[in-house]
């Protein structure tokens, strides 16, 4: 994942880490930097992948006649791309693969990471800059680029990463597999034994559910589904000489790598190639190739003109595989006239052919990953419960309830267990006679998700219900489809949001009699309620019994369920009306303490800083001397160390483990920090599509913690990467001795581990 060497080549100088209410402008800034992400959803749902932050809508920003905090027009040109900065993204997933420090089958699961992501933008992102270009409604982006460009880009960096990623494999991960006795080999590696007991698997289990498809003109053109493995197949006709072509789909459904003896894996589509005969009898079998087509699956659904969004999400769903191709990867043995056929067949243009050394689709290195071999891998741990909930004296359930009327909770998952948490937050209110009504928030869940059991237990116990179902969420969208029915059927109230917006706030509510009282109990996170990916995922969360917050959750959750048009809440900001204008808002408050002589800082931990409107506000607290830093996991748009405009910017960010996933807004507030969580990133989509909130904490504690884990993150003495202005970020893994800096990760795990005990 290293970028290019040139990014330091234009580096700014070192200076120490800033101390909380940094003062004085330093006159240059370090280059600094982002990372990447685990997304234990892959684009087919089978199997981890990273969560890229994708958005197949165009962005439109006025870049001319902003104006700085001198007086001055911003320039032009200060956004850098997006396509190349997602780009950059997961090239640092891939420095991970390549790195020796990184345990070996963890190299193997970002090797798979890594195209799962390059899947999913050409799904979303180049599909959407395609179909634009055709339409002819793209414009020029941010950064400057037409949109012409911005695809050339694409393709040739794509390319370049493309084969550095088969090259990882087949020169690093593959050898060192086998150095450890895990063999990924090729049908003429196998022994007779190996290749006879394979024969009997084709016979009983692949055979059956292949379907040879020939091409002539009594048959056309198969359609090919995207991202599924085919062959290629040259076939004779022995009695008339003619050549024929057939293509022979690979059964998504079965393991990806089958094994041939303990710990000897070949490819499924090894195995097919092997018995061609048996498909084709009485023909000879000239040549075989794989391909694999990526085809736009990105969602289009007009719900202004949809009568019911849950039938027509349906119905877009199957068009979804019908998508137009936007790549076409091929074995780089492939026949020229084969090649030609497809190119033509699939109506595709050179450039978005990819060439690559066999095996086509490393995504089924996941499950190769995943083999039990803990020696290989990340050391296990398993996240205990917060000691603000952890029943100390005995051994029955703790009652979150009284915890919560003691003292907020801030939660960090996967620190902090969820199952222990928020998912027996769920469960107690399910089963507590006491509480009437439940309401909650789902974006993504898993398919035996507790927290849909449990609301689907209060539900039948008589409790009022309210879910709100995102069915929209981008791939899951027919498994939210299958548990919005489920809840429904219980008598659960299902709905489905507002028109024109995805619902990706991440809310519960729970509703109690308590004597002569109602006390209302809230949960306000930055992760979805997903267990699996809740031990995986690093995410934020507050339990608490606030009545603000109680009140701005019912009137939230009132917006979504009815008629209301409320905009301002007491403890929330939400987009899309005040989220992010009560942003700049801080920002530029920041600004007038920094002008006062106050202390001033702004402390910004994101997936994506995209929004130019934004950036631009953070350009300008940039030039009135206020210390921005901002810890990006993913895209970044913003140019930091430009000389006049952002050499007060810093943007680093870290990879490891686990997913840095939660959003932390920190503002210096003349020495009286101000701190908000939630689930809102700095792009377009999240400030004017979405209902997204952000609520901020009050407790002193817990905002000096969020504010020295920032700290930390921002550290010079923390791993992490550095973003220059040019766009290009390094990685910053040892000191100038060589030594590993430390891994903030290990350190909350370390930390974890060592506190005992109630809080202090």
């Known amino acids: 994942m290293n970028q290019q060497p040139s990014a330091q080549a234009q580096a700014q100088p070192e200076v120490p880490t800033p101390q909380p209410p940094r003062a004085a402008a330093p006159s240059a800034q370090p280059s600094v930097g982002s990372i990447a992400a685990h997304r234990p959803q892959a684009v087919r749902g089978t199997v981890p992948g990273l969560e890229p932050d994708l958005d197949a809508d165009p962005d439109a920003y006025e870049d001319e006649g902003v104006v700085g905090a001198d007086g001055e027009e911003l320039p032009s040109g200060r956004f850098l791309d997006r396509e190349r900065s997602w780009l950059a993204f997961n090239e640092r997933v891939l420095e991970l693969a390549e790195d020796p420090a990184t345990p070996l089958l963890e190299r193997a699961n970002f ?56 090259a990882c494999f087949q020169q690093d991960i593959a050898p060192e597999l086998a150095d450890q006795g895990i063999h990924l080999i090729r049908w003429p590696e196998l022994t007779e034994k190996e290749q006879a007991r394979l024969f009997t698997l084709f016979r009983q289990q692949i055979f059956p559910v292949l379907t040879p498809l020939a091409v002539d003109p009594a048959h056309p053109f198969p359609y090919i589904s995207g991202l599924s493995l085919n062959l290629a197949v040259v076939v004779r006709n022995p009695v008339s000489g003619h050549d024929h072509f057939a293509r022979v789909k690979v059964p998504p459904l079965l393991s990806r790598f089958l094994e041939a003896s303990p710990q000897r894996y070949v490819p499924i589509e090894d195995v097919i190639a092997a018995h061609l005969e048996e498909l084709f009898p009485g023909m000879e079998v000239r ?50 006239a084969v090649l030609d056929l497809l190119v033509q067949e699939l109506k595709i243009s050179d450039a978005e052919v990819y060439p690559l050394p066999g095996p086509l689709d490393l995504t089924g290195l996941f499950g190769i990953g995943a083999l039990d071999r803990p020696e290989l891998k990340y050391p296990k741990f398993v996240a205990g419960t917060h000691r603000d909930l952890a029943e100390v004296e005995s051994a029955s359930a703790p009652d979150i309830f009284a915890a919560l009327r003691a003292r907020d909770v801030l939660l960090h998952h996967p620190y902090d267990s969820f199952s222990t948490s928020v998912q027996a937050f769920l469960e107690q209110a399910a089963a507590d006679p006491d509480v009437l009504a439940i309401k909650q928030t789902l974006y993504r869940t898993s398919g035996d998700s507790p927290i849909v059991d449990a609301l689907i237990d209060a539900a039948e116990s008589g409790k009022q219900v309210l879910v709100l179902v995102e069915i929209k969420a981008r791939f899951d969208e027919q498994a939210n489809i299958k548990w919005a029915r489920k809840l429904e059927e219980s008598g659960c109230h299902v709905v489905y949001g507002l028109v024109g917006l995805k619902t990706h706030s991440k809310l519960s509510l729970v509703v109690r009699q308590e004597g002569e009282m109602l006390r209302r109990y809230s949960h306000v996170g930055t992760g979805n309620y997903h267990p699996k990916t809740a031990r995986l995922y690093e995410d934020l969360g507050l339990l608490t019994a606030d009545p603000q917050v109680g009140a701005d959750l019912s009137d939230l959750f009132n917006r979504l369920s009815g ?21 700049i808002q801080r920002i530029n408050k920041e600004i007038a303490g920094q002008r006062a002589g106050g202390p001033a800082y702004v402390r910004i931990k994101v997936n994506s800083m995209v929004d130019e409107a934004v950036i631009d506000a953070l350009y300008r607290a940039s030039q009135a001397g206020v210390p921005v830093d901002i810890w990006v996991r993913g895209i970044c748009a913003l140019r930091p160390g430009v000389t006049g405009l952002s050499e007060n910017i810093r943007v680093r960010s870290i990879l490891g483990r686990f997913l840095e996933h939660s959003r932390v807004f920190i503002f210096g507030n003349g020495g009286e920090p101000e701190v908000w969580l939630g689930s809102a990133d700095m792009m377009h989509r999240n400030l004017d599509r979405r209902i997204e909130a952000l609520v901020r904490v009050t407790d002193p504690a817990h905002r000096a913690s969020l504010n020295r884990m920032l700290e930390t993150g921002m550290s010079d003495t923390t791993s992490s990467w550095h973003l220059g202005q040019d766009g290009d970020w390094t990685r910053h893994a040892a000191d100038a001795d060589g030594a590993p800096l430390r891994n903030i990760q290990e350190m909350l795990i370390d930390a974890r581990r060592r506190r005992r005990g109630p809080a202090t």
């Open 111 to 166: 090797l798979a990471i890594f195209a799962s992501n390059l899947d999913e933008f050409f799904m979303v992102r180049v599909a959407g800059l395609k179909r634009r270009i055709a339409t002819g409604v793209a414009t020029r982006s941010a950064s400057g680029l037409q949109p012409r460009e911005v695809l050339d880009l694409i393709w040739t960096r794509s390319r370049e990463l493309m084969a550095r990623h088969a």
């Open 287 to 336: 040549a075989h190739h794989m391909f694999r087509v990526t085809r736009n699956e990105d969602l289009e659904v007009e719900e202004d003109d949809a009568e019911n969004l849950l039938q027509a999400l349906e119905k877009e769903l199957m068009r979804r595989r019908f998508g137009p191709p936007v790549r076409l990867e091929v074995e780089e043995s492939i026949d020229p």
């Open 563 to 583: 008629y209301s048009r409320r905009e301002t809440y007491r403890r929330l900001l939400v987009a899309p009306k005040s989220l992010r204008d009560g942003l």
